[in-house]
């Protein structure tokens, strides 16, 4: 959906950086969404994402730079019941059913969705009548998107929504996910999968190390390294010298094999042949995963 004029975007950073000690966990991050996109945050395992959420939350003050939620403080936001969160931490649950807690949860904000709504979207109708503290991990993640659901906000915030779910529970979520973005709602979720990132956002922001590495479509992305990936197997050889071949943009060991991203593969693969380096050799497009990994890895440097 496009930004209309005059309206301030859903969530604004600005040079926002956040340390823990000598960790730039959030490091600089600059970042517009508008209202009614729906944005994946992607990045791996410690990069950067809960805290930026957590900036992104009013829940921790960033150190330099700024945060804003349709304009102002995120407190005003979160206070105004604007925003629904899906965090990852799990906290000890009261002995309430699930229909008792989403009506307290839906209860505390101003313009709440029908609880019964609020259950058929996250998919959980038929667990209202159950103990919260007795449901499975997936079967609680879906609460916690109706808990995120129940204020009917205008922002959702979402951390690693389906971390905990099997392959169909994954599939409700998000069929629920964008028939709530589909009513006009912004939406930004944190993921490590590119598939979930490219299937169910507009726009994919990568993050690593803190920082913005990459912001565009999953096709951008792909475009944006570009080129062809040339593998083969190392057969006990190191990768000496390999970053410094014609074309070559990254070098990347996986298991056995050595991967090379390059603009020329044709000049790659024949200096591959020079040294005698095509066992298993294989030459592919890019894929959006390599697109991540190059995006997020670091470049092996000729030792
Ligand atoms: N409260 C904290 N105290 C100290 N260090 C922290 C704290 N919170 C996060 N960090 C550090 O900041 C960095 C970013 O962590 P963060 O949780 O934001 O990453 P993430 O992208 O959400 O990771 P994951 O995918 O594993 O959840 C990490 O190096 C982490 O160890």
Redesign the pocket.
């Known amino acids: 959906m496009t930004k209309t004029t005059g309206t301030p975007p859903a969530v604004s950073f600005t040079g926002a950086v956040k340390t ?2 000598a ?1 730039r ?2 490091d600089g991050i600059g970042l517009e969404m508008a209202v009614g996109e729906t944005v994946a945050l992607l ?10 959420i957590s900036l992104l939350l009013g829940l921790n003050e960033p150190d330099e730079g700024s945060v804003a939620l349709f304009g102002g403080p995120p407190e005003e936001s979160v206070r105004a019941g604007r925003v629904g969160a899906m965090l ?1 931490e799990t906290r000890p649950v009261p002995r309430v059913t699930v229909r008792e807690l989403v009506s307290f949860v839906a209860g505390r904000y101003p313009a709440p969705l029908p609880v019964a709504d609020a259950l058929e979207l996250a998919g959980i109708a038929e667990l209202a009548g159950r103990r919260v503290d007795r449901l499975s991990g997936g079967q609680a993640q879906r609460v916690r998107f109706a808990l995120a659901l129940a204020g009917n906000p205008a922002l959702i915030v979402l ?2 929504p389906t971390a905990a779910l099997d392959v169909e529970a994954r599939h409700a979520f998000w069929t629920s996910m964008r028939a709530y973005a589909r009513r006009g709602h912004t939406v930004l979720f ?1 993921t ?1 999968y590119l598939e979930e990132a490219d299937a169910h956002a507009d726009r994919i922001v990568v ?1 690593d190390r ?1 920082r913005i590495v990459a912001d565009g479509t999953g096709e951008q992305l792909k475009r944006s390294v570009g080129g062809n990936l040339v593998s083969f197997d190392l057969a006990g050889r190191g990768t000496e010298g390999l970053a410094l071949l014609p074309g070559v943009v990254s070098v990347e060991v996986r298991g056995e094999r050595a991967l090379l991203r390059t603009d020329d593969s044709d000049a790659t693969v024949i200096a591959l042949a020079e040294r005698g380096a095509i066992r298993g050799l294989e030459v592919v497009p890019a894929s959006l995963d390599d697109a991540f990994l190059t995006l997020t890895s670091p470049v092996l440097e000729a030792v």
């Open positions: 823990f000690g960790v966990a959030v990045g791996r395992n410690g990069a950067g994402k809960s805290t930026a990852q951390d690693e944190s490590h993050i803190g």
